[in-house]
DNA sequence: AATTTACGATTACAATTGTAAACTAAAATT
DNA sequence: AATTTTAGTTTACAATTGTAATCGTAAATT
């Protein structure tokens, strides 16, 4: 029952996440030295974020022996799911083809991811609709017609 | 010539810049009455807002008699794929796929975007590789193989 | 045993962000 | 002309974020 994921994650505090969710588990020492080379962050810099990622429950902190051993307690998913919300939340409810459009073009993408966006794709063709109303302006604006605005 | 666009737009500043894509042009009056209704912020709020937008270059403020008339210095289209890049730049490259397939079957899209989508589509068909190499660990690390960890 | 190292906890600190009140000057209304 | 409304500017202020040094203690090394 995925749980309850209204989390709010920073740039930085995912980098951390990252590394945790590729691993499955870690030791600090694993995450700092990802990040050292990868961010060149100072080992104190990831330590901190460890420790505000573990006060918020976002990583789990198994003891083991006089250390821990890190663990994700929020999922991947629902984060990229939460991410995914916000980036569409910010963009006009109109755009939104044209910007999944975007990103396919511009993706590195498998054969298999190919494949998956087919049978989604198929699955949408018969649930879209005429027009998308426009979210920008209150009221679900008629956009031309209304205020004679070209909304998107 | 695409111009210099690698501001960074914060939530609330978004939804100023949103009003001001879509009317094309507006007065101080009409942003604010604009999310007064949307966002129930306080006139004071979204001058504070409008004001650094100004100072940042992201908004335009014209003046019009005593007032100003304000319109976008940054576009949407670049801002958007700002964001998007942002997105992508957080999660794993190897996760893109599935994660643009999660945003189609969630999206509310219309007919004429399922015809983008496909033809978007249609041309990675021959483009697609592979194995999209996992980009959260330092070293393009072959999981797996290398480290003998699960990379997604 | 003495010393060095490692790791977690505490403290620091400036910049940014969200949220808004207060102030000021010009314009509109009475 | 006096008053009220507007719009822009200045100031406020706590929370968050990025970035890190320092401190204390337990463990490992010499």
Redesign the interface.
């Known amino acids: 029952m995925a749980e309850e994921e209204r989390v709010e994650i920073t ?1 930085a505090e ?1 980098e951390i996440m ?2 945790v ?4 588990h870690a030791t600090s020492k694993e995450i700092i030295e ?1 990040l050292q ?2 961010k060149e962050w100072k080992p104190a810099t990831t330590k901190t974020f460890i420790g505000r990622l573990v006060k918020k429950g976002m990583l789990l902190a198994e003891p083991q022996g006089n250390k821990f051993i890190y663990s994700a307690g929020i999922s ?1 998913k629902g984060s ?2 939460n ?2 919300d ?3 939340g ?4 109109r ?20 494949r ?6 198929d ?3 018969d ?6 109303p ?1 979210n ?4 679900q604006c008629q956009c031309k017609n209304e ?1 004679n ?4």
């Open positions: 740039d995912w990252r590394v969710w590729t691993l499955g990802v080379v990868k991947e990229v799911e991410a995914i916000r980036l569409f910010q963009i006009c409810s755009a939104t083809g044209k910007t999944i459009a975007d990103m396919i073009s511009k993706a590195l993408l498998s054969h298999e991811d190919v998956l966006l087919q049978a989604a794709l699955a949408k063709t649930q879209s609709v005429d027009v998308v426009c920008c302006i209150p009221g205020h605005i070209n909304c998107h």
